[in-house]
């Protein structure tokens, strides 16, 4: 039987030292050893045998962080043995830590990435399991994706499209025990407003809050809003291209929603109702022309087969208890990293593959964004960390 860990790191803007990823924004060499020391540290103390992270600038420095975790891990091993001095250990699942080595990194970039100052992050995963095959990044919609509007009383009211991603959407392939598991990395866009910059203009009006425009502040969260449900929707059609095959599917990343949010439902899917026979078929020949009792569970199974779950959820139900956030602004605290599972991973299931023992939540270093301390926590992460840990069967 194999007992995996898989987790999501939202590492906040890892990039080497004197190197401007946003205007007037970089870190120090202090600073940068600093924030690797904790991110180190961090990695060590969870142990997952599968993390996607989000906001990489580059590899390079991810690297880093893992070899240090690594020379931690074997410096506690060492320190945790019978005889040894008390050692810090890897908790929640085992006593040793496993040594990433030369397990499997993949890095996707941002095709938006630019110079210094106009930098924008991509994703990674990684693997101690490698890959079943060549992970893969979507970012670019070819074709774009079209969201048409109707009025309501018929004809057309124009369209939405998006051509590309804001960040890449990172596919792999894992091979755990005698399963292969789709895992998908996402960082959809992220609630702060989306202005237009006027052509010539220095900067968006809207973002000069000595003279306030609250109508197109709205806009600007409007804009965030669509894109970021058009992104959810381009990963939901991702998934069900997996389930299609019956393979076992987890999301995880920031998805800046929480799961309660229209972003998840589209991304796991409409809750089914417990009977649809009550309800009137699409073009009825009468008024009691409804769905049968077979037709109503055909339906539920049609929706259920390609449901996901929130693993904070199936958490909480076993624990009763609602203890998870991961992210913190203007004092409301917030659960937006998730890992999202296929219901191979179901505990009702008789056919699941697997299910979830355990689920742990990181964000003891979690501040109310409206302290004046906050902005120091870019040298940390402004992310908790979750993690589930997955026994196959």
């Avoid at 039987?1 to 004197?18: E, H, K, S, W, Y």
Wanted: hydrophobic share 40%; charged share 25%.
């Amino acid at each position: 039987m194999t007992t995996f860990t898989i987790a999501t790191f939202n590492v906040q803007n890892l990039i080497g030292p004197d190197r401007e990823y946003y205007h007037f924004e970089k870190y120090s060499s202090a600073e940068h050893a600093w924030k690797q020391d904790w991110l180190a540290d961090q990695l060590t103390r969870m142990n997952p045998d599968i993390v996607g992270f989000q906001e990489i600038f580059e590899p390079e420095p991810l690297q880093q962080v893992i070899a240090m975790a690594d020379a931690r891990g074997d410096q506690s091993n060492a320190a945790g043995q019978p005889g040894a001095a008390p050692g810090r250990k890897a908790i929640h699942r085992k006593e040793r830590y496993d040594s990433y080595g030369e397990t499997a990194l993949a890095f996707a970039p941002n095709i938006a990435d630019s110079g210094p100052g106009e930098r924008r992050p991509g994703v990674a995963i990684l693997s101690r399991f490698g890959f079943a095959d060549q992970p893969q990044s979507i970012q670019l919609l070819d074709p774009p994706v079209d969201v048409p509007f109707h009025h309501l009383g018929g004809g057309d009211a124009g369209s939405y499209q998006i051509r590309r991603l804001t960040r890449p959407i990172l596919k792999a392939r894992i091979p755990v025990g005698d399963h292969v598991v789709t895992v998908f990395n996402a960082h959809l866009k992220s609630r702060l407003g989306e202005f237009v910059r006027p052509h010539g203009a220095r900067f968006s009006p809207e973002i000069d809050l000595l003279n306030y425009d609250p109508a197109g502040r709205a806009m600007g969260a409007l804009r965030s809003g669509l894109r970021r449900m058009s992104e959810a929707w381009v990963l939901r059609r991702l998934v069900l291209d997996e389930l299609a095959l019956d393979r076992p599917v987890i999301v995880m990343g920031d998805l800046n929603d929480d799961d309660r949010s229209a972003t998840h439902e589209i991304i796991c899917g409409e809750r089914p109702l417990p009977d649809y026979s009550w309800m009137r078929r699409p073009n009825p020949h009468g008024p009691d022309d409804r769905y049968t009792k077979a037709e109503s569970d055909q339906i539920r199974e049609a929706i259920d087969r390609v449901r996901l779950q929130a693993a904070a959820q199936l958490f909480m139900r076993q624990s009763l208890r609602d203890m998870v956030y991961t992210a913190s602004f203007a004092g409301v605290y917030q659960a937006l990293d998730a890992i999202l599972l296929s219901r191979h991973f179901d505990p009702d299931r008789v056919d699941r593959i697997g299910e979830m023992i355990h689920f742990g939540a990181y964000n003891d270093h979690i501040t109310d964004g409206a302290d004046p301390q906050s902005p120091a926590a870019r040298i940390v992460s402004d992310h908790g960390q979750v993690m589930a840990h997955i026994r196959l069967r």
